[in-house]
């Protein structure tokens, strides 16, 4: 059976970034998006040592950057003994060859650094296996660049496609078959979670989404005393967890999800179908979002974006501003007669927007960490809770 070593070792590695400065991401887009790309290499074990970037109206097909920037970068790997180089867009199979012809060190774009950072955090068997399927379908029109023996030919009797048989041939058709298993694997996975869905009878159900590392997963355990792993980086919750929850004498079930990303790759929304059926089917959405990020509402357009994309994009919804203990802005000066920016947006300035867009009734501001606002949040999600269980049972007095 053939295998890929994961590039992620567990010594700290020194790794370079790369971006790109085009018509569709200007500078200060390309710099979020790589100090994104670094926080995922921290997740992933790596320290950026640094960041190259370049401004290209048209992609390079051979090398993504320009030859003269690639020699550039090649020079300070050489200079400064990098072992990993990871671009933040997408590279092509033969974009990645190049590239390490070049650099002579391992290649990785933002897709294969999110997979291994899926692959290293994932713990249950279900987990597991939707990861190993979404490496194998990534890894499959890349054979060329990731094994040194495909060049060579099996020859002789005994080969199943006869003889002088291409060894990559022979790749290809073990990664098919190790796909087509996961699949298997996979499809009766989903008939078993569908299983205890419907054994979960009529409660309603409540799902957490959320960009990821929004601290999903803490209001997760304040909302229902439990203890639901959460970390402070990226992709911390792989596994859907379903838990219980009683407010006053109402019962429902809260799930915490994985979270949303830009650029997730596509391996890995087929692969999580069935996590990821757990907001299909809610009654309820609770949108997460870090308001202490400089970029939060890309983030909800991102996570709306990804709603859509899986048929969620309807859900009721109520949207949790977490984080406000760490929200900061840039107070003006009387004498400064530059125009506001959303960087000299108070808290209050954002909590008068965003309840307005509102219409007052599915926004609050919170801090998981702290507390802070809690009842207030408890009593939102109850009110809709009851009346969704309201509509489901209209005989049901109990409530009234």
Not at 192 to 217: A, D, E
Not at 249 to 262: A, E, M, Q, S, Y
Not at 363 to 385: G, H, M, P, Q, W
């Amino acid at each position: 059976m053939i295998e890929k070593k994961s590039v992620v070792q567990d010594s700290v590695q020194q790794v370079v970034l790369v971006g790109v400065i085009n018509s569709k991401q200007n500078e200060d887009t390309v710099k979020e998006y790589l100090d994104e790309l670094e926080f995922l290499a921290s997740t992933a074990g790596f320290i950026a040592k640094k960041r190259f970037t370049q401004k290209l109206e048209i992609q390079v097909a051979a090398t993504h950057v320009g030859t003269g920037k690639l020699n550039e970068i090649a020079e300070y790997i050489k200079e400064n003994q990098i072992s990993v180089l990871i671009f933040d867009d997408e590279l092509s199979p033969s974009q990645q060859r190049n590239i390490e012809k070049i650099v002579e060190i391992p290649v990785l774009d933002r897709t294969s650094l999110i997979l291994e950072i899926f692959a290293k955090r994932a713990r249950t068997s279900h987990a597991k296996t939707q990861v190993e399927l979404a490496r194998y379908q990534y890894m499959l029109p890349r054979l060329t660049r990731m094994w040194t023996h495909l060049e060579r030919q099996r020859g002789g009797t005994g080969t199943r496609s006869g003889s002088g048989e291409l060894q990559i041939e022979s790749d290809r058709r073990v990664v098919l078959e190790k796909i087509a298993k996961l699949k298997d694997e996979l499809k009766q996975i989903d008939k078993q979670m569908s299983t205890q869905r419907n054994n979960r009878g009529q409660l309603v159900r409540v799902s957490l989404v959320g960009y990821t590392n929004v601290g999903k997963s803490t209001i997760m355990n304040a909302l229902s005393k439990s203890e639901v792993f959460a970390e402070n980086k990226l992709f911390a919750t792989l596994d859907t967890t379903v838990r219980k929850v009683v407010f006053e004498n109402l019962p429902f079930l809260l799930c915490d999800t994985v979270g949303f990303i830009r650029k997730l790759p596509t391996q890995l929304i087929e692969s999580f179908k069935s996590t990821l059926d757990e907001v299909r089917e809610a009654d309820l959405l609770i949108h997460v979002v870090d308001i202490s990020h400089p970029n939060f509402e890309d983030h909800i357009k991102v996570v709306n974006e990804t709603l859509k994309e899986i048929g969620a994009g309807d859900k009721e919804t109520i949207m949790i501003f977490n984080k406000i203990d760490a929200y900061s802005f840039i107070e003006k000066a009387e004498d400064d007669l530059t125009p506001i920016t959303k960087e000299n947006f108070s808290l209050d300035d954002l909590k008068k927007t965003w309840m307005a867009k509102s219409n007052n009734s599915k926004c609050i501001f919170i801090s998981a960490t702290n507390k802070t606002n809690f009842t207030e949040l408890r009593a939102l999600i109850y009110e809709d809770v009851k009346r969704i269980f309201q509509v489901r049972y209209p005989y049901n007095n109990f409530l009234y």
